[in-house]
């Protein structure tokens, strides 16, 4: 069965649009996981249009080995899923600090 295509509403701003993606990760991650099992994902297409900021961060180099080996498991280049397990911590400091309040 083929995947529906991912269908990103139109939003009134920019808050709307970091809320619709901020709730919709595991919609998100179903989609890419069965692109990059297909072998359907492009290379730095985001970089190369200026919609994505690089940053440079040193990590110490057993995380980075656990990175790529629970990676492979899911089929996924390292620095994918590290994005993924950062976007995931953020989100859930940020519901922790809210509940905090």
Do not use: C
């Amino acid at each position: 069965m083929k995947d529906k295509k991912l269908e990103i509403p139109v939003f009134e701003n920019e808050g709307q649009e970091a809320k619709w993606w901020a709730e919709n990760p595991d919609f998100i991650l179903a989609r890419f996981e069965s692109a990059a099992a297909a072998n359907r994902l492009g290379r730095g297409t985001a970089v190369r249009r200026g919609l994505t900021p690089t940053t440079t961060i040193r990590l110490d180099p057993a995380d980075i080995s656990r990175a790529k080996s629970q990676a492979e498991r899911r089929g996924l280049k390292y620095q994918t899923y590290l994005k993924m397990l950062i976007h995931q911590a953020l989100t859930q400091e940020e519901s922790a600090t809210k509940q905090r309040r």
